[in-house]
């Protein structure tokens, strides 16, 4: 059965201390994997997709990678306005979507 | 470029009532989608089209919910009667390639709350 697991649940930072949010995924035929950011309230906005093993891609503060087995979000020097739930997603024949990490940056 | 329109924001309703949602995807996007997001999980597929043709509904709990998508522009997903466990925000998305192709931009979703 094709999953998706996000790691940790959530994640208190303090303003500029860089971290890492991890997405496991076991799933046949990978066609894509997404990153969006979630704010209360709010629809999923999208970040980023990555195709294939060893890509990466940025904007601004954010760095998402990717590996065979997971992807990694990493947030360097956040600021609170970075604060949301940041959702990873597969595709294979739809989107398959893990249940987020809460990221808290406060001043 | 204006993004997926979804009305209404908020709907209360008691249990064994019926609710209708709207959606209004991207300009010129021929895929739609409809999703469940129940608190503190991540969204959960209900049923894609392609233009105003069904690719997947395996998700769909039939029995009491049903899509439409009229002219391949505009959808309506409707529940009836609904459950306390149908309590959610239901979220629309569009593509503008096929379906498993592209990237999907949603909605900000309709909050549902079944007493």
């Known amino acids: 059965e094709d999953q998706v697991t996000q790691s940790p649940e959530a994640l208190r930072l303090q303003e500029g201390e860089s971290s890492s949010l991890n997405c496991s995924y076991t799933v046949s035929g990978l066609r894509g994997l997404f990153w969006y950011r979630q704010d209360p309230g709010k629809g999923p906005e999208f970040l980023f997709t990555?195709?294939?093993a060893g890509e990466e891609k940025e904007k601004e503060r954010l760095k998402a990678t990717l590996t065979k087995k997971e992807s990694f979000l990493h947030i360097t020097a956040p600021k609170p306005e970075d604060s949301a739930t940041y959702l990873c997603a597969v595709r294979t024949d739809k989107l398959i979507f893990g249940t987020g990490t809460r990221l808290q940056v406060f001043p | 470029e204006a993004g997926v329109a979804q009305s209404p924001r908020y709907k209360i309703i008691e249990k064994r009532q019926s609710v209708a949602f709207w959606c209004n995807p991207i300009s010129g996007h021929a895929t739609l989608y409809w999703y469940q997001q129940i608190l503190g999980q991540g969204p959960k597929l209900l049923i894609q089209?392609?233009?105003?043709?069904?690719?997947?509904d395996s998700q769909l709990p039939k029995d009491r919910f049903s899509a439409e998508r009229l002219k391949g522009v505009d959808s309506t997903l409707k529940i009836q009667p609904a459950k306390l466990e149908d309590s959610a925000v239901y979220l629309c998305?569009?593509?503008?390639?096929?379906?498993?192709?592209?990237?999907?931009?949603f909605g900000p979703g309709t909050r549902l709350l079944v007493l």
């Open positions: 089209f392609q233009n105003n043709g069904v690719v997947d």
């Open positions: 998305a569009s593509s503008l390639e096929r379906v498993g192709l592209g990237t999907q931009y």
């Open positions: 990555l195709y294939s």
